[in-house]
């Protein structure tokens, strides 16, 4: 029972970190109907900015690793916008195949700087947070693990806070819906765009800090797999919807350690696809996501 | 900060050095310089596995220089062109072929891991160029062909010697296995300590797998943990095994852990800090033995580089001295002739041992159980086969 507990809760911790780069796949594809594939890179730089900033914050306090938070997820926001104005925002409008290509330079263009200039040697990352282990029972819970879920749950009702309760998110969930009609009744769709990418990025820096948290060996292609990861949790919630992308991406975190830890682990990723291929199968707009007909 | 690796990672062409010195030492005037030897060397400079490259690359160069400072080999200088093979699958090959066909370098030297050698051994094979691995030890890579070579043990004996050190001096009866699926190595060390732990009475409770570059173990440890075990063997590269090191005692697993070969770098305690004290690993060499040639390498190693030699750049330089000993008896660069010249290689002292080659072109040689003690490795036992 306790050994199930233990996986259950690794599940989560590594679910909650999915969870937050999916949110960001999720926000982009709701308002622009695209796969922002430089995601996984801006979560890589969320760490290594996570790692510089280190070197100037004290270790092991809890005002310094919120700093090191804020400032990672601050850093990928402006990284975030500064992606969508020099390459998107010039395709607006062009065929999404074409965005789509465009997403995949911007993500090798990051991958390859980062082995530039952070160069390709893992490196360590600092315990930014004092860390400690609690005993309850037979369950060993790591302060990492408790970082993450908390810091992944205030974010996400922070999200949902500013998609359903203030202006700026109004016009986000127009300009999802309707982007003509949302320019007509005066949204201004860049901004709103910019926005989207902005806050998406930041919720990838914090997802790159608490990752790097709890696995402190970064990389410059660190990003590849949790992004590839977070893109099928994303969709197996259903993509364009937070809730679902949430749920997704607890759901594979949990699934991938339960495999990991029974004597099929050399079969985790072939069993969190097969799962995705399944639920596809049968929901093909993911769990919680609505069908839609396409407007001809 | 943009950090760049300390070499060049093209070429390191050590000839230019060495051609005014023998101009200086009185060659004929007017005749041209002797062409120099292509000696080719892959090895991970960057990515994944970096500190192995890096050091391996340290003996390499320091066997190559004094080689030439004795005047190199056939009166000829020796030049040493280093390939980084970035440690990604299928980049070792790629950078093989080209040592060869455009370099044109007469033997290969590498590479550390088991892996990227098996990559690269069928290639030196069908070109006829002989390859002499510093540190592959899974035991089919000299199987790929008559070409291949190594100065390092074999897994067979490296299993045994982490078996025994389990049974006999922890006094440990059940022991579960983390190994990598992706490491030829791993799985190969998995099956030879599996064997031995169970002809020595003990049992393997649990066997568990990773992929490499995973980096979460704790579905793993977990269950581990709840098979209760005396000691935990993990046959894998330093990046995983520090990761899994200190997920293991956040989790608290508080048993032994025991390693290989490929713990030792100074990253696995860079990274895993105190979650790695107390580990034992096998190696080929300890910088802490007092045998009179590891004293006299250790301390030539040391002007050059200003570090202390481990394993693994103590391998390197032996793998760099047998070829470069092999060309002088061949009395030519020919493949063939060269090749043969290496397998007859007989009690060769080098800084990690004798070495004489069987006839699956593998060393016979002894092993060193080391521990990390406040932070460093630590000497602690030779077992010898």
């Known amino acids: 029972m306790s050994e199930f507990l233990q996986q259950l809760l690794n599940g989560l911790s590594l679910g909650a970190i999915y969870a937050l780069i999916a949110l960001g796949y999720t926000m982009v594809y709701g308002v622009l109907r695209f796969i922002n594939f430089a995601h996984s890179d801006v979560f890589m730089v969320g760490a290594f900015l996570g790692y510089y900033l280190g070197k100037f914050i004290p270790e092991n306090t809890v005002g310094g690793g919120l700093l090191i938070l804020l400032g990672a997820m601050l850093g990928c926001a402006v990284l975030g916008m500064t992606i969508e104005r020099l390459a998107y925002r010039p395709l607006r409008g062009a065929a999404t195949l074409n965005v789509l290509i465009t997403a995949i330079g911007v993500s090798l263009l990051l991958e390859y700087s980062g082995q530039v200039f952070f160069g390709a040697t893992p490196r360590t990352f600092p315990a930014v947070f004092p860390s400690a282990n609690f005993t309850l029972g037979g369950l060993v819970i790591s302060s990492n693990q408790v970082v993450v879920i908390v810091v992944t749950a205030l974010l996400m009702v922070g999200l949902q806070f500013i998609v359903y309760r203030t202006k700026i998110g109004t016009a986000m969930r127009a300009v999802s819906l309707n982007p003509k009609a949302a320019q007509l009744v005066g949204v201004n769709n860049d901004i709103v765009i910019s926005f989207t990418f902005g806050l998406g990025s930041a919720l990838a820096g914090a997802g790159g800090i608490l990752y790097a948290l709890n696995y402190p060996s970064i990389d410059p292609l660190m990003g590849v797999m949790p992004g590839l990861k977070a893109f099928v949790a994303a969709v197996l919630g259903g993509i364009g919807n937070i809730p679902g992308a949430a749920l997704g991406g607890l759901l594979l975190g949990t699934v991938e350690t339960f495999v990991n830890g029974s004597q099929w682990s050399t079969y985790k990723d072939a069993i969190a696809f097969a799962i995705l291929i399944i639920i596809l199968l049968f929901r093909p707009a993911g769990l919680l996501g609505k069908a839609s007909v396409e407007k001809v | 900060m943009p950090i760049r690796p300390p070499f060049s990672l093209r070429r390191f062409v050590l000839g230019t050095g060495v051609l005014a010195a023998s101009f200086a030492l009185g060659l004929p005037s007017g005749r041209a310089a002797p062409e120099p030897i292509r000696i080719g060397e892959f090895a991970s400079l960057t990515g994944k596995e970096a500190t192995f490259g890096q050091t391996v690359h340290k003996g390499t160069v320091l066997a190559i220089e004094e080689a030439n400072a004795a005047g190199g080999a056939l009166g000829r200088p020796l030049e040493l062109l280093t390939e980084d093979d970035q440690s990604k699958p299928g980049e070792s090959a790629t950078v093989v072929k080209k040592l060869i066909s455009r370099d044109k370098v007469v033997a290969i030297l590498g590479e550390l891991t088991s892996g990227r050698t098996l990559e690269a051994a069928p290639i030196a094979q069908a070109a006829k160029i002989p390859l002499v691995s510093p540190g592959a030890t899974a035991v089919e890579v000299t199987a790929k062909g008559n070409y291949i070579f190594r100065v390092c043990f074999i897994d067979e004996f490296q299993g045994t010697v982490m078996a025994q050190f389990a049974l006999d001096t922890l006094k440990v009866r059940r022991v579960a296995i983390l190994s990598s699926v992706s490491s030829p190595q ?43 075990v005396d000691a935990l063997f993990v046959p894998g590269y330093y990046t995983e095994a520090a990761l899994i090191s200190k997920q293991a005692r956040e989790l608290g697993l508080t048993m032994p852990l025991l390693g290989i070969d490929g713990w030792e770098s100074s990253q696995l305690i860079a990274l895993a800090g105190a979650a790695v004290e107390g580990a034992y690993l096998s190696t080929h060499y300890s910088a802490e033995n007092r045998a009179p040639g590891v004293l006299a390498f250790n301390e030539r190693f040391r002007a050059r580089w200003g570090e202390d030699s481990n394993a693994l750049s103590a391998l390197a330089y032996d793998a760099a001295l047998v070829l470069i000993d092999a060309l002088k008896r061949a009395g030519t660069t020919d493949g063939p002739k060269l090749r043969d010249a290496l397998a007859a290689t007989k009690d060769f002292a080098g800084a990690t041992g004798r070495i004489s080659f069987d006839a699956q072109r593998n060393p016979t040689k002894s092993a060193v159980v080391l521990t990390v003690k406040n932070g460093r490795f630590a000497f602690v036992q030779d077992v010898h086969p």
């Not at chain 2, 732990?197 to 992929?211: P, S």
């Open chain 2, 186 to 228: 791993s799985v190969g060390l998995a099956k030879f300590f599996r064997e031995r732990v169970t002809q020595g009475g003990g049992t393997i409770a649990l066997e568990q797998k990773y992929g490499d570059g995973d980096k979460d173990f704790r579905a793993q440890l977990t269950a581990i943990k709840a098979a209760g």
